[in-house]
């Protein structure tokens, strides 16, 4: 009796499982007979019935998907605006110091009797805030005595040159060009010999 119990509980589990991979809601039965009807019954589920279950499974995993990707490019955006929001923070930050220093300069200028100090302690600020712009990826061009490219140099006028050695050469700089990490920021604004 014990042996027909445990076999009835195993036909069991293997009905539940095969209801289960069919998407069948098994039935609680007392004995084999029983168990063989619901077979039937899981056996006789049209097709039509199959891919509509199986239609209704993918679906739902489509909806789901779509609304955690929804989710995602809201994050995301949300995660750009900030970013663009708060991207020149430490650069500001790093130049509030020399902001300071102007303004200390500009105060000095107004008591001042010599103009000596003066002018090298603005040239002390503009080397503070040169280095801070540095130190964040920014390089000043070279440009005057170079050949002209127009891939770096914008050429505002085109003057005689004052030997052959400089034809086609930069021979004035009007507005220097900056690098930022490699890649042209600002073009430099040149007077090119002729």
């Known amino acids: 009796m014990a042996k027909n119990k445990r076999k009835q509980d195993n036909e069991k589990e293997i009905m539940d499982e095969h209801a289960a991979a069919h998407d069948v809601q098994p039935t609680e039965t007392a004995d084999t007979g029983n168990k063989v009807n619901e077979e039937q019954n899981a056996h006789e589920q049209t097709p039509e019935q199959l891919l509509a279950a199986e239609l209704a499974v993918a679906n739902d995993k489509y909806v789901r998907l779509y609304a955690e990707f929804e989710n995602y490019k809201r994050r995301i955006s949300k995660e750009r605006l900030e970013l663009m929001q708060t991207a020149g923070k430490e650069i500001i930050a790093s130049l ?99």
Request: proline fraction near 5%; glycine fraction near 10%; charge should be negative.
């Open 96 to 194: 509030l110091p020399v902001i300071d220093d102007f303004e200390r300069a500009l105060k000095a200028f107004e008591t001042a009797k010599e103009l000596g100090p003066l002018k090298e302690g603005v040239s002390l600020v503009g080397h503070k805030l040169k280095s801070i712009l540095a130190n964040q990826g920014l390089k000043e061009m070279e440009s005057i005595g170079k050949p002209f490219d127009a891939e770096l140099q914008e050429a505002i006028t085109n003057i005689p040159a004052p030997n052959d050695e400089l034809k086609g050469k930069v021979i004035d700089e009007v507005e220097k060009g900056y690098f930022l990490h490699g890649k042209v920021l600002r073009h430099a604004k040149v007077v090119v010999g002729s």
